[in-house]
């Protein structure tokens, strides 16, 4: 026997305010084709001024709770996953345990940027594999809209601000692949391509909060190879088949980045949700934003087999195997 993190609940919110590309050309010198053609986004959501990424996630945690039949109190422990933290200090997680009158466990921030959810997911999962927690929320949220140059036409039309999570419950099963939950994660890092996709700033080098900064044809590059190359990884070290797998749950960077992950990957783009196109890129929120989207919409059903991959700034990456 062996102990699964099994999803028992979802949850998404996206802030109200929507931006198309034409209301983006409006403040640089760019077009709907530009980015439609270069990356699959038609709209995006934006936060307004009172909207942190606290309050975002305590949205979405809200509804995952609600759908998990639980209340904050449930709850022994919260990872979440975020470059846009509410405070430099403390963990905007304490804000949402707060919120949701969570009063005991613990609650911690993690930091991985696009693969920050994996990221979580990993650190909640070994929790419960150890017994040391039976309840845990995981969370990626982004209100990227606030770390935004929007002077910049090379990024501000990429990113956008959202949340989603899921609600893990320990639960026994056989150490197979047809076990329900997460079935395994694999997570990893290269810090030399840092430079690449960074904020501008931080508190301990110019004391400023800082812009997304990066360069996009490097992280074009690595991203399909390094997304694909760790699903088959985990893939493999599970003993299961691609034809297996019911969907692919990437992060949301780019329509062209997931064409070449699912190209290379030797997967269909019918078995891939794709949100990019609504939600733009929300980084840490991405992967459990297509999650609820999936959910929604009826693709995704109990008992289907999920692999999540995604990459972001650091460079890290990852994937998820999980059976829903
Ligand atoms: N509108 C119009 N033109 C734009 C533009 C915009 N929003 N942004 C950049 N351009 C211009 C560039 O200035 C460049 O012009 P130049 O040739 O006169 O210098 C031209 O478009 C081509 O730029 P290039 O970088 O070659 O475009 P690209 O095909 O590589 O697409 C990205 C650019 C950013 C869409 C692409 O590199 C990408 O998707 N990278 C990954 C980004 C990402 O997903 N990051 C997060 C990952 S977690």
Redesign the pocket.
């Given at each position: 026997m062996t102990l699964r993190s099994r999803i028992i609940g979802i949850g998404s919110f996206l802030p109200e305010h929507i931006s198309t590309n034409d209301d983006m050309a409006k403040i640089?010198?760019?077009?709907d084709e530009?980015?439609v053609e270069?990356?699959g986004i038609r709209v995006r959501h934006f936060a307004d001024e009172n909207m942190s990424s606290s309050v975002m996630a305590t949205k979405a945690a809200q509804q995952a709770l609600a759908n998990a039949g639980l209340t904050g109190d449930d709850l022994d422990l919260i990872v979440l996953a975020t470059v846009s933290p509410d405070k430099t200090f403390p963990a905007t997680a304490v804000y949402v345990q707060a919120a949701l009158g969570m009063k005991r466990g613990c609650a911690f921030d993690v930091v991985a940027?696009?693969s920050g959810f994996l990221y979580a997911l990993r650190m909640a999962d070994n929790m419960i594999r150890l017994g040391q927690v039976k309840t845990a929320l995981v969370v990626g949220v982004e209100t990227l809209s606030k770390i935004t140059d929007f002077k910049d036409?090379?990024t501000c039309?990429?990113f956008g601000d959202g949340a989603g999570c899921v609600v893990l419950r320990a639960e026994e099963g056989k150490g197979t692949p047809a076990d329900r939950g997460v079935l395994d994660t694999l997570i990893y890092s290269d810090g030399s391509y840092a430079p690449d996709?960074c904020s501008t700033g931080g508190p301990s080098t110019n004391h400023e909060v800082g812009y997304i900064t990066?360069n996009?044809?490097e992280?074009?590059r690595h991203?399909a190879v390094n997304m694909a190359e760790v699903s088959q990884e985990i893939l493999d070290k599970n003993g299961v088949a691609l034809a297996d797998v019911d969907w692919l749950v990437p992060?949301q960077?780019?329509i062209?980045?997931l064409e070449a992950t699912a190209k290379r990957l030797g997967i269909p783009m019918e078995k891939v949700i794709s949100t990019v196109d609504l939600h733009a890129?929300t980084?840490a929120a991405s992967i459990p934003l297509a999650l609820a989207e999936g959910v929604k919409s009826g693709k995704l059903k109990e008992g289907q087999l999920l692999l999540l991959p995604g990459?972001?700034?650091g460079f890290t990456w990852g994937a998820s195997l999980i059976r829903l």
């Amino acid at each position: 026997m062996t102990l699964r993190s099994r999803i028992i609940g979802i949850g998404s919110f996206l802030p109200e305010h929507i931006s198309t590309n034409d209301d983006m050309a409006k403040i640089v010198d760019t077009s709907d084709e530009w980015i439609v053609e270069r990356t699959g986004i038609r709209v995006r959501h934006f936060a307004d001024e009172n909207m942190s990424s606290s309050v975002m996630a305590t949205k979405a945690a809200q509804q995952a709770l609600a759908n998990a039949g639980l209340t904050g109190d449930d709850l022994d422990l919260i990872v979440l996953a975020t470059v846009s933290p509410d405070k430099t200090f403390p963990a905007t997680a304490v804000y949402v345990q707060a919120a949701l009158g969570m009063k005991r466990g613990c609650a911690f921030d993690v930091v991985a940027a696009c693969s920050g959810f994996l990221y979580a997911l990993r650190m909640a999962d070994n929790m419960i594999r150890l017994g040391q927690v039976k309840t845990a929320l995981v969370v990626g949220v982004e209100t990227l809209s606030k770390i935004t140059d929007f002077k910049d036409r090379n990024t501000c039309v990429l990113f956008g601000d959202g949340a989603g999570c899921v609600v893990l419950r320990a639960e026994e099963g056989k150490g197979t692949p047809a076990d329900r939950g997460v079935l395994d994660t694999l997570i990893y890092s290269d810090g030399s391509y840092a430079p690449d996709l960074c904020s501008t700033g931080g508190p301990s080098t110019n004391h400023e909060v800082g812009y997304i900064t990066m360069n996009g044809r490097e992280v074009f590059r690595h991203a399909a190879v390094n997304m694909a190359e760790v699903s088959q990884e985990i893939l493999d070290k599970n003993g299961v088949a691609l034809a297996d797998v019911d969907w692919l749950v990437p992060h949301q960077a780019n329509i062209r980045i997931l064409e070449a992950t699912a190209k290379r990957l030797g997967i269909p783009m019918e078995k891939v949700i794709s949100t990019v196109d609504l939600h733009a890129n929300t980084s840490a929120a991405s992967i459990p934003l297509a999650l609820a989207e999936g959910v929604k919409s009826g693709k995704l059903k109990e008992g289907q087999l999920l692999l999540l991959p995604g990459m972001g700034a650091g460079f890290t990456w990852g994937a998820s195997l999980i059976r829903l």
